[in-house]
């Protein structure tokens, strides 16, 4: 039995693409109002399906935001795991890592926001949602401890260069989709400050005499 029937036009989405219809939806509406106004009646009038078949997907709307924070953090874990070579030095895949999850959080910033902060609710109490929040910290924590170990960079604690490397790439991604440096002067497009960025964060912790790194 189709669930999207409705007094509104009929819908091609059925119960097998409905979720994920809604999750795109949901996508496009933060973007447009933000998280505070996004309901899952209006994403039903979206996508053309009634205002309770949502609900056999999403018990509310908080459990939609944990679906795709979930997503964002995979995607996340993906993005920058495709980006390292095992023949490469720490430094070249700390590098290329880093560059895509600014260039992840830049290009999606809708689904970034929903990483942090308070928009969702009682998120200790999604495992899976915690479990991909893991997965894509350990790709840096693997990075940098693979780095310590090989003399590459500092002998510090991993979790601690972990979270300094993380606080600064984050605070960079939040500031840019956040409109911050729009309403500064910048000293150079957006790319060379991303990579620049990235190579000051490696460098803070590396073990090789100071270069030039801008």
Not at 34 to 52: E, H, I, N, P, W
Not at 169 to 174: D, Q, R
Request: proline share 4%.
């Amino acid at each position: 039995m189709n669930d999207c029937v409705t007094d509104a036009p009929v819908s091609s989405y059925h119960h097998g693409n409905l979720r994920e219809a809604l999750l795109d939806a949901a996508v496009v509406s933060i973007r447009e109002q933000g998280a505070d106004k996004l309901s899952l009646r209006a994403l039903a009038r979206s996508v053309g399906v009634s205002q309770t078949a949502p609900y056999r997907h999403f018990a509310d709307k908080n459990e939609l935001l944990v679906e795709l924070a979930r997503q964002a953090f995979d995607e996340i874990a993906e993005a920058t795991t495709a980006c390292i070579t095992p023949d490469a030095d720490c430094h070249t895949n700390m590098q290329a890592a880093g560059e895509a999850y600014l260039r992840y959080a830049i290009s999606h910033p809708e689904k970034y926001r929903l990483l942090f902060g308070t928009t969702i609710d009682r998120r200790e109490q999604y495992p899976q949602l915690m479990a991909s929040g893991h997965r894509a910290f350990e790709v840096l924590v693997k990075l940098i401890d693979e780095g310590v170990q090989r003399g590459e960079f500092i002998q510090e604690p991993v979790i601690l260069l972990s979270n300094i490397c993380w606080s600064g790439i984050h605070g960079f991604a939040s500031l840019w989709i956040d409109g911050i440096f729009a309403r500064r002067q910048l000293p150079t497009d957006l790319e060379t400050m991303l990579t620049s960025q990235i190579r000051a964060t490696v460098r803070s912790i590396s073990t090789r005499p100071a270069t030039v790194i801008f």
